[in-house]
């Protein structure tokens, strides 16, 4: 059974861009999360989807937004770039099997630059 | 809001020792994972541990959580090179709805 795939791998953009990221979810899976990773922060969560509706959301600007399409794919949006969105942002798929195990399955994230 | 602390925040060790990573809170999760992550690549799963007091093995890695599922440890027996990498624990709130929370991780460095 293939991976999360998540796409494109490296990104550089210019402040005040914006930006998409995809991610296509392991066969099967119905809900996509997205966590942004850096150095300082760790991993943090950004929303939840789940049956194209977003069920959980993290603290995070309104700049960033999210959607999920019928066949579970998901794409991410950062509006108006700032250079602190530099990051690896990954996505995770779940079976979501109920809250006691909710185990996520990462992509290899996209690596993004803002210059 | 619910907070993982981990520690140590960074370990270099030679190959053949043992190690412990610990993982904790002030709240009680309904589970805990830990994910092993390397450059370059995602997290992956390495084990899930729900109930209090409960014991994992995976070959040299145990994992424990808590009595009172606040808090957890992995400890690595005989560390080697291939054990290296950034050790991630993340916990499953109890209440309905609240996502998947992740300590900062503790980067592991093994050298032979």
């Known amino acids: 059974k293939a991976g999360v795939t998540q796409t494109p791998r490296y990104l550089i953009k210019t402040r005040g861009q914006q930006v998409t990221l995809s991610c296509s979810p392991i066969s099967g899976h119905r809900s996509v999360s997205w966590y942004q990773q850096t150095p300082g922060q760790g991993l943090q969560f950004l929303f939840e989807?789940?049956?194209?509706?977003?069920?959980n959301k993290g603290n995070f600007p309104g700049r960033f937004s999210g959607r999920q399409f019928s066949n579970s794919r998901s794409e991410m949006n950062v509006s108006t770039l700032e250079l602190g969105d530099s990051a690896l942002y990954l996505c995770?798929?779940?079976?979501?099997?109920?809250?006691?195990?909710?185990?996520?399955?990462f992509g290899p994230g996209t690596r993004l630059t803002v210059t | 809001t619910q907070l993982l602390e981990q520690s140590p925040q960074f370990l270099s060790i030679q190959e053949g020792e043992n190690l412990t990573v610990y993982c904790n809170s002030s709240?009680?999760?309904?589970?805990l994972q830990w994910y092993r992550q390397e450059p370059g690549e995602g997290p992956v799963l390495l084990v899930t541990?729900?109930?209090?007091?409960e014991v994992k093995k995976l070959k040299r890695l145990t994992f424990q959580f808590g009595d009172a599922r606040k808090d957890s440890s992995l400890h690595i027996t005989a560390a080697q090179p291939g054990d290296t990498g950034l050790y991630l624990c993340a916990g499953v709130g109890r209440q309905a709805g609240t996502a998947l929370i992740f300590g900062k991780g503790t980067t592991l460095s093994v050298s032979s």
């Open positions: 541990v729900v109930t209090g007091g």
């Open positions: 995770a798929s779940s079976l979501d099997r109920g809250r006691t195990s909710y185990e996520q399955y």
């Open positions: 989807y789940f049956s194209e509706t977003q069920r």
């Open positions: 709240s009680v999760f309904s589970s």
